[in-house]
């Protein structure tokens, strides 16, 4: 007997569901509701189903037993945290998909972290607020003494809105007031803000068993290079280079089984896709979690349904049936590289335009495109959501499956269409550089968020201090970064010298970036980061308006001389004192500082804008040095213009 099988949704993760499904040899029939009108005629449909209407499930789920449905699939999220999966399997429809206690784990940030720290998942360090002024006193608090960065993130579902992460205190104050006023918030969850490689990882559960699928990476800002807002995901590919095999067997026994464990302990027995939204760190192998969903990932269903080789329904019913232990021990994927881009509305995320007349030569299907925010108006397709279509390629590399996915991309059209042009490519490669620095180093730190953020291409391959016990090094550590210490001995400054470089070199640093660095380099150590145009590639910050106050304690001697005018330099290192070439300024007034504690509190926030920034331009080394004069050793940098 072929099976009846009924999936609920209307975008492009359900199109991925509907067409896998339907591809199976035991089903027979397949219906989708509410559907959508660009899937084309293979499946049977239940336009006028709404499934934002809570109320009407109950007649949804009588439907659904009347047509003899042997496997309900819920594919979006909010469905399932209104207890859509309860209601039909009260009404005898078997389903697969969480009930809503046990969707919690995505509808509710506060429960997810409860039962991470039950379960002990590792997890961002954070608090809960359950209201406005408690966030604001909680970070009021943090900004002392976590950093560099802090996540705010609203407690319920917000169509990958609710989260803001931010690199400055008065960033995530801001963050806690916008999302109370324009997402409803009243209660958060404050993390801190974590660094490394996304990964999306999901596994299909019964309950107890899970089953790993591969992972994914989800491409998640609107913009190219990670800019912009957050989405629901701009594109995707699938498998993730450089993930090591061993790591599937990880995540199953550190995060999959612990959760389900701790769920069902809670009386929420979770029967359905669990997606963990991972952060990792390839250096150290360490990982966090971020976030858990209670379903597929869209965009990540589509690449990884085309790359599925089994047949998805025997593993949704077994699932459904909590039966995982009768089903093979690993789920089959091809060996070949999927990658979706997303085509989306414009005014996606915030309010995308509708009714925009899609121009495609055909409604080419699946597995080459994927359709969500469309519908049929008098004979056109026309936008009808924020994420309108996906493009999929695949091949034998990612590169290939890249070119091909973005090659059907041109094939469809409409006004104001927006795209990420960087799915799945490699970003321009990074420049290495090497930090150095004797104390907390909130330089590194603002650097490091500048890289994270993708402000500045560079890439930090190491921190290095004289100082043993430099907090600096505790934090570069902390991130997984390579941390060295080489304390120099009393008065041997070339042997101390020679250790450095050693220490640097299997690194490859192309910059040394002095970030706080108290001792004065010899010339062997500036020889060895001597551009061959003849400039130096050692970059330092000076706490003050150089030429004046150079030396020790800038602020402090500008303070002391009652200037008006205090500021921040950074230049190029040469053999003088805080003489090299200047490449970037910034001052600001101190007239009112009375102490100080006031002007050096002033200063960092100036030099974590400008260092990064003029780091910007440094590194990328597109700029000339102007001699002065044939006289003068002084030399300028220059930023060329082309
Ligand atoms: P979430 O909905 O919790 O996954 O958050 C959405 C996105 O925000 C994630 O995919 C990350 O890109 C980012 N994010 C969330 N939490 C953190 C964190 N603790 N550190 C850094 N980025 C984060
Ligand atoms: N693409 C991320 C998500 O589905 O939540």
Sequence with gaps: ?????????????????????????????????????????????????????????????????????????????????????????????????????????????????EVMQAAGVPTARFFRADSVSEALSILDRLSKDWGPGWVVKCDGLALGKGVRVCAFPHEARDAVTDLAKNAGASTFVIEERLFGEELSWMALCDGKRAVLLDPARDHKRLGDADTGPNTGGMGAFSPVPGVPAEFAERMKNEVFLPVLRELERRGAEFKGVLYAGLMWNPRSGKFWVLEFNARFGDPEA???????????????????????????????????????????????????ERDQVIACEKMIDPPSLFWGGVRKKSDRYVTAGGRVFGAV????????????????????????????????????????????????????????????????????????????????????????????????????????????????????????????????????????????????????????????????????????????????????????????PICAQEAFSIADCRTVEEVERRGLVVEHRLYPEALRWILSERFVMDKMDKSSENRRARVRQN
């Design 302 to 352: 589509q690449v990884l349904l085309t790359r599925m080789e089994d047949d998805l329904f025997p593993w949704c019913e077994a699932a459904a049936r909590c039966e995982l232990d009768t089903m093979p021990e690993k789920m089959r994927f091809s060996r070949e590289s999927a990658l979706i881009v997303v085509g989306a509305a414009a005014g996606y995320p915030d309010s995308p």
């Design 1 to 113: 007997m072929k099976k009846t099988v009924l999936v609920l949704g209307s975008g492009g993760r359900e199109h991925a569901l509907a067409w896998k499904l339907a591809r199976s040899p035991q089903v027979g029939r397949l219906m989708v509701a509410p559907g959508n009108d660009a899937w084309g005629p293979d499946y049977e449909r239940w336009p006028e189903i709404n499934l934002s209407e809570r109320e009407s499930y109950a007649r949804l789920a009588e439907r659904a037993r009347q047509a003899r449905v042997d496997l309900a699939v819920i594919g979006p999220d909010n469905p399932l945290a209104d207890g859509l999966a309860d209601v039909l399997i009260s009404h005898g429809v078997p389903t697969f998909g969480p009930s809503a206690a046990a969707a919690r784990i995505e509808a509710s940030k506060a429960f997810a972290k």
């Design 393 to 580: 390629g695949t091949g034998a590399s990612l590169a290939e499956a890249r070119t091909r996915a973005y090659a059907r991309l041109s094939t469809v059209q409409f006004s104001g269409m927006q795209f990420r042009s960087d799915i799945g490519a490699s970003s321009d490669q990074p420049v290495p550089i090497a930090v150095l620095a004797s104390g907390r180093g909130s330089n590194f730190e603002a650097i490091q968020t500048a890289i994270e953020a993708g402000a500045l291409s560079a890439r930090i391959v190491a921190v290095l201090s004289d100082k043993a016990d430099a907090p600096v090094l505790a934090k570069a550590r902390a991130i997984g970064l390579p941390a060295l210490s080489v304390v120099p001995r009393k008065g041997d400054r070339a042997a101390h010298e020679e250790a450095v470089l050693a220490a640097l070199r299997p690194y490859a640093p192309h910059f040394l970036v002095l970030a706080g660095y108290m001792r004065i380099l010899s010339p062997k150590l500036l020889q060895a980061f001597r551009s061959d145009r003849g400039y130096s590639r050692v970059v330092n910050i000076h706490p003050s308006l150089l030429p004046s106050f150079s030396g020790a304690g800038g602020y402090r001697q500008a303070f002391e001389h009652g200037a008006q005018l205090a500021g921040a330099s950074v230049h190029l290192v040469d053999e003088s004192l805080d003489g090299g």
